[in-house]
Nanobody, 127 residues
Framework: QVQLVESGGGLVQTGGSLGLSCAAS????????MSWFRQAPGKEREFVAG????????YYAESVKGRFTISRDNAKNTVYLQMNSLKATDTAVYYC????????????????????WGQGTQVAVSS
């Protein structure tokens, strides 16, 4: 019933940009905390960026702060991740996640806080 569908992944050169989208359905999007996680080969899934129900509240991992921007459009039930100045270390599968249970009062960077996950979209940055 609940679906999170990511799109926008692809191959880009170092220093380039890429925009990801995540379309949600079957869930109360406007009241959900939405975040992006990523998982590189051989590494644990890590938090990238999150956005609260109020779009003014955002939280970024230090590794991407200043380069990535998260945003949301509640009318479209979509969350975005604009990635600029991409590095080879940004190469990973990027996942969209939704926290609808709100067990954490804020934007959680823990995978366990999220109720729904997308299938992921591959981002490859060539060095």
């Amino acid at each position: 019933q609940v679906q999170l569908v990511e799109s926008g992944g692809g191959l880009v050169q170092t220093g380039g940009s890429l925009g990801l989208s995540c379309a949600a359905s079957g869930m109360p999007f406007s009241s959900a905390v939405m975040s992006w996680f990523r998982q590189a080969p051989g590494k644990e899934r890590e938090f990238v960026a999150g956005i609260g129900r109020s779009a003014s509240v955002k939280y970024y991992a230090e590794s991407v702060k200043g380069r990535f921007t998260i945003s949301r459009d509640n009318a479209k039930n979509t969350v975005y991740l604009q990635m600029n100045s991409l590095k080879a270390t940004d190469t990973a599968v990027y996942y969209c996640a939704a926290d609808v249970s709100h067990t954490y009062y804020g934007i959680s960077d823990s995978r366990r806080s999220y109720d729904y996950w997308g299938q992921g979209t591959q981002v490859a940055v060539s060095s």
